[in-house]
Every structure is written in C-alpha cells, then in structure tokens.
Nanobody, 115 residues
Framework: VQLVESGGGLVQPGGSLRLSCAVS????????MSWYRQAPGKERELVAH????????NYADSVKGRFTISRDNAKSTVYLQMNSLKPEDTAVYYC?????????WGQGTQVTVSS
C-alpha cells in the first residue's frame, strides 16, 4: 500500500490550494479515504472523509464550507480542494486509508498559510 500526497505549499490568507493523494497497492474504489492534518504541537485531526463511491462526505467543523474532498476512482486519486485558507489551516496534511485492519498514511504535504 502506498499513498503519495502532493500540492502543498505557501499561500496567502484567503487563497486556495488543491492537494492530491495518489494511491497504489489495493483496490482504491473499494475503500473510503480520509484527509488528516497535524499542526506543530497539536494532535493529528480528521479533516475530511469520503466513501468508496464518493457518494457521501464528512468534514471537520473548522473546514466546512471551505474544503471539498473528492476522488477519481479511475485514477486512484483522492483530492482536497481548500479555499478561503486561514493561518490556522497551517499544518502537514496526510491522506489515510483503513485497509485490512491497519491504517496507512502518506508522507504528508506541508501547507503554510501566511502573508
């Protein structure tokens, strides 16, 4: 199982970024996917979750209305569109899958929101 995130970077408050997570090693279309983030000195927190077919999504209250999770099962990729970014969104963002009783994580991608 391999998860590779990309798309992070430095953005000004109010800006946008789109994160991608390319997945391999399992049948992507059969599993729900999640995005988490971890800010310095804080615990890792769930940001967004999407079902295997993309029909249902859930978000942390702190990102509702600003972030959108989506997936392309043909490309084995999950996305996180982040709009209206705030300094408090600064964190390392990780994609996650719970597969065969284990949690798998990517290496993370840094998002920094600063003027």
């Amino acid at each position: 199982v391999q998860l590779v995130e990309s798309g992070g970077g430095l953005v000004q408050p109010g800006g946008s970024l789109r994160l991608s997570c390319a997945v391999s090693g399992f049948t992507f279309s059969s599993y729900a996917m999640s995005w988490y983030r971890q800010a310095p000195g804080k615990e890792r927190e769930l940001v967004a979750h999407i079902t295997s077919d993309g029909s249902s999504t859930n978000y942390a209250d702190s990102v509702k209305g600003r972030f959108t999770i989506s997936r392309d099962n043909a490309k084995s990729t999950v996305y996180l569109q982040m709009n209206s970014l705030k300094p408090e969104d600064t964190a390392v963002y990780y994609c996650n899958v719970h597969y065969h009783f284990n949690d798998y994580w990517g290496q993370g991608t840094q998002v920094t929101v600063s003027s």
